[in-house]
């Protein structure tokens, strides 16, 4: 199986800035495009963004879309979102996410989860 383990999350003002990162490990890391998703206290969990196995091709959720941008470095078997102005919604915890295509992690599927960070916006 394909071990995902998330890290960066920490206490942020509005309008400043994180970087998340997600290392993964077990099975080959670069057949598997990833994703990020996050569930805010009392909803559902929803997809963020995501990005094929080269890295070539990205989708956004349009509530992030010119604020987030989600990157990957095969050779260290690394995806990264990075968050940009932020605002007392994004709070959440957000989970990394490997599955076969990218398509999947846009409709909020996925084959492998990491354990999530914890991103908290102040007002």
């Known amino acids: 199986q394909v071990q995902l383990v998330e890290s960066g999350g920490g206490l942020v003002q509005a309008g400043g800035s994180l970087r998340l990162s997600c290392a993964a490990s077990?099975?080959?890391?670069?057949?598997?495009?990833m994703g990020w998703f996050r569930q805010a206290p009392g909803k559902g969990r929803e997809f963020v963004a995501a990005?094929?196995?080269?890295?070539?091709?990205?989708r956004y959720a349009d509530s992030v879309k010119g604020r987030f941008t989600i990157s990957r470095d095969n050779a260290k078997n690394t995806v990264y979102l990075q968050m940009n102005t932020l605002k007392p919604e994004d709070t959440a915890i957000y989970y990394c996410?490997?599955?076969?295509?990218?398509?999947?992690?846009?409709?909020?599927?996925?084959?492998?989860w990491g354990q999530g960070t914890q991103v908290t916006v102040s007002s």
């Open positions: 990005v094929t196995s080269s890295g070539g091709s990205t």
């Open positions: 077990g099975r080959t890391f670069s057949p598997y495009p």
């Open positions: 996410a490997a599955a076969t295509g990218i398509a999947t992690l846009r409709l909020g599927r996925a084959d492998y």
